[in-house]
């Protein structure tokens, strides 16, 4: 039986920041039911997603994923959840992450293919690419994007999230480096991006929570957390998982150690670029599943 709680109230973990300002900013596209004072958010997680290998369970995926998209939109059925999301007519980018290190499981991207062809979009009409977005016909006519990418420490952004992930629809994204690439969110006001992001997937089966230098990656500090997070909101999603991250952390190190450098895009997405929501006070968080070491 899965267990859910809302731990909306709670503080916001990471003591290295503060989130400013004290008002709600929607997003603009509103094609399905949502709370209209918070950004749902939804965690599930499964003990035995993963095998002894870190490889995920693929009928568990599909489980976790479907059960994740009927409680965001508050529909028993998950064939007409993803409905609302999708549309036969639409034309769908999956934009996912292709770092070799820690790369989107492909066993879900087959689900999120396979989801989008039930909800009757024709194949030549739905494609999944990361770097090579901008010459991919598919991503430039698409009028639905759904964004998934595992999270993980990133040496310029601080961490690798959802709102980073579209950075590769840009020309120069060395342009959007500087002060910790803090305006990653413009990039969603582009043509080619705004308003069509009908799904934001944050894969935490197993992230990265600490490196340091370019391209970093030790599997010292890589864990099984066993989870997704799921929202229409990228902000909310994303400062979910940084929370997360920021108490593992903690955890790991025994102290207080600041992910570094601060993921100011995150916060600025909510503050300055009215993108979503950071502040943990208007997210409407729903755990479900197994709730050991859920460190939010």
């Known amino acids: 039986m899965i267990n859910k709680k809302d731990l909306s109230r709670r503080e916001f973990v990471s003591r290295a920041t503060t989130i400013a300002g004290s008002f ?5 596209w509103t094609g399905v039911k949502r709370d209209t004072k918070k950004s749902r958010v939804i965690l599930i997680r499964d003990e035995k997603i993963l095998d002894h290998l870190l490889r995920p369970d693929s009928s568990r995926l599909e489980k976790m994923l479907d059960t994740a998209v009927s409680e965001l939109l508050d529909e028993n059925d998950h064939r007409k959840a993803w409905g609302q999301l999708i549309q036969s007519e639409d034309i769908v980018g999956i934009k996912t992450n292709q770092w070799n290190r820690l790369a989107t499981p492909p ?4 689900i999120l293919k396979n989801k989008v062809l039930q909800c009757g979009v024709k194949e030549k009409n739905i494609s999944i690419d990361d770097r090579g977005i901008r010459s991919n016909s598919v991503f430039q006519r698409s009028t639905a994007l759904i964004n998934v990418r595992p999270m993980r420490t990133h040496a310029w952004s601080g961490l690798g999230s959802l709102i980073k992930n579209y950075i590769m629809f840009v020309d120069s994204p060395s ?8 305006d990653l969110a413009t990039i969603w006001k582009l043509p080619v991006t705004k308003g069509k992001t009908r799904l934001n997937i944050l894969v935490m089966l197993t992230p990265l929570f600490h490196g340091i230098g370019p391209h970093h990656y030790n599997p010292e500090y890589v864990w099984p957390y066993n989870g997704l997070i799921v929202g229409i909101d990228p902000v909310a999603v994303d400062a979910t998982g940084m929370r997360i991250i920021q108490a593992k952390r903690e955890e790991f190190f025994k102290e207080i150690r600041p992910i570094n450098p601060p993921p100011k895009h995150i916060l600025v997405a909510e ?3 009215q993108l979503g929501v950071a502040d943990a006070g208007k997210i409407d968080l729903v755990r479900l599943g197994w709730e050991k070491d ?3």
């Open 24 to 28: 709600y900013l929607g997003l603009p």
């Open 107 to 110: 066993a879900l991207e087959a």
């Open 175 to 182: 342009a959007y480096h500087g002060d910790s690439c803090a």
């Open 271 to 273: 503050t300055r670029h």
């Open 294 to 296: 859920s460190l939010i």
